[in-house]
């Protein structure tokens, strides 16, 4: 049978990548960060998953404002790595595990979440820098990934509370796979950032490290922030930190908490990354 | 029914809500298209000549040509699709953040580094933001 072993929540800033790719990881700005991290790529390896789940957004690559799906999944053998606008990351494709995939559409659907199934799709930084910042640079991922993308770009972006209920979904359909697995999942985005308008550049420290806290002993109390309250308190971007509910709802009720790493600022955003043991 | 929105009481912020994704949705096509190299090379080429390829007002005509970050935001550009006008001019993410708050560079970073801009003031339109006269 197959079980949910751990689960990672983790910002996906692209200047992480940036910084990884161009070998600028060791330089002052960056040092302190990949160096208070290492324990979480320790803990993460000792865990050995067989799979991922990786909760995530697209960021206008894979899927444009012409089609835009609250929640999707993608069950492709392998995904390509994204074209942004200056060229894919040299980074390893992104291996897929399909039968684990269309199993979990199978009974999310009838779970009644209602996925949009991808067979084709480009995976981008969203995906892509949070494999980076707990595996660092392998010559190949060390696991098989299921991508599973929410639309956090147009308003409204699902509900806490549905996101976390979704994570719950996962979980029994996980549990309810015949395989030997060990799975981990990833909620990704956050933390407090704003990209745009006149108040970009808003870091909300008091919040993130509220939230940090919730997502370990209460995370139902987190389920109750509405999205205005997201976007006023945690900035316009701080929104996707709903995907982080959706991974810690497929965490069971008690989770064990592994590793906690909050830093500010990596380029316009508070990072954070929080490695949780399912129990 | 229409959805409240309370958000626009949240000072200096362009919620891509369903407004403003009706007006945009060309101008952000259009931004998206450059994710393509052989679409990047021919919009450097001649940026008017590539715009008329896509149904823009000339009011978002205008702010892409300008370069008017923040004026792309207020037509109905989105941010994640905006930014790709920028990555083809070789402009970072918070390069571009500093500009739409009209910072300069390195006062901009600055910021960031010393932990960016602070909630104190900044999160209702009534209270005059940080740094601005009431």
């Known amino acids: 049978m197959a079980r949910i072993v751990g689960g990672i929540a983790c910002s996906h800033v692209p200047a992480i990548g940036v910084a990884v790719d161009k070998g600028n990881d060791g330089n002052p700005y960056w040092k302190p960060y990949f160096e208070r991290i290492q324990p979480a790529r320790e803990w993460l390896a000792k865990l050995k998953p067989d799979v991922a789940i990786l909760i995530y957004n697209d960021h206008a690559n894979a899927l444009s404002l012409e089609l835009i799906p609250t929640f999707l999944l993608g069950t492709a053998a392998e995904f390509p790595i994204a074209d942004e606008g200056f060229g894919p990351r040299p980074v390893p494709k992104v291996i897929g595990h399909p039968r684990l995939a269309w199993h979990l559409v199978e009974n999310l659907i009838l779970d009644e979440f209602d996925m949009t199934i991808a067979n084709a799709m480009p995976v981008d930084h969203g995906l892509t820098v949070p494999l980076t910042v707990t595996c660092g640079q392998p010559a190949a991922w060390p696991f098989e990934v299921i991508p599973l993308c929410v639309n956090v770009i147009q308003y409204p972006p699902p509900t806490g509370v549905r996101c976390f209920k979704l994570g719950q979904a996962i979980r029994r359909a996980v549990e309810d796979f015949p395989e030997d697995l060990r799975v981990v999942v990833y909620g990704t985005g956050g933390m407090s950032h704003q990209l745009q308008g006149e108040r970009a550049g808003f870091v909300n420290q008091a919040f993130d490290q509220s939230f940090l806290d919730g997502m370990v002993d209460d995370p139902v109390r987190l389920t109750q922030i509405s999205h205005t309250q997201y976007m006023r308190e945690s900035g316009s971007e701080g929104i996707e930190m709903v995907m982080w509910l959706a991974m810690r709802g497929a965490l069971g009720e008690h989770v064990r908490e592994a590793f906690r790493y909050y830093h500010v600022p990596t380029s316009n955003t508070a990072a954070g990354l929080l490695c949780l043991d399912s129990e | ?134």
Request: aromatic content about 12%; proline content about 5%.
């Open chain 2, 1 to 134: 029914m229409s959805a409240p929105r309370d958000y626009e009481s949240i000072p200096g912020t362009y919620v891509y809500d369903a407004e403003r994704g009706r007006v945009g949705y060309h101008l952000n096509m259009f931004c998206m298209s450059l994710n393509k190299p052989e679409n990047r090379a021919a919009f450097k080429a001649d940026e008017a000549a590539y715009l008329s390829r896509f149904t823009l007002t000339p009011e978002q005509k205008d702010a892409v040509l300008k370069r008017d970050w923040l004026g792309m935001l207020r037509v109905g550009g989105n941010i994640y699709y905006t930014i790709k006008i920028a990555f083809c001019d070789g402009l970072t993410f918070q390069d571009v953040a500093g500009m739409m708050c009209g910072m300069p560079k390195d006062e901009y970073a600055k910021m960031m580094l010393a932990g960016g801009r602070t909630p104190v003031g900044n999160l209702y339109k009534t209270t005059p933001r940080a740094g601005e006269k009431s």
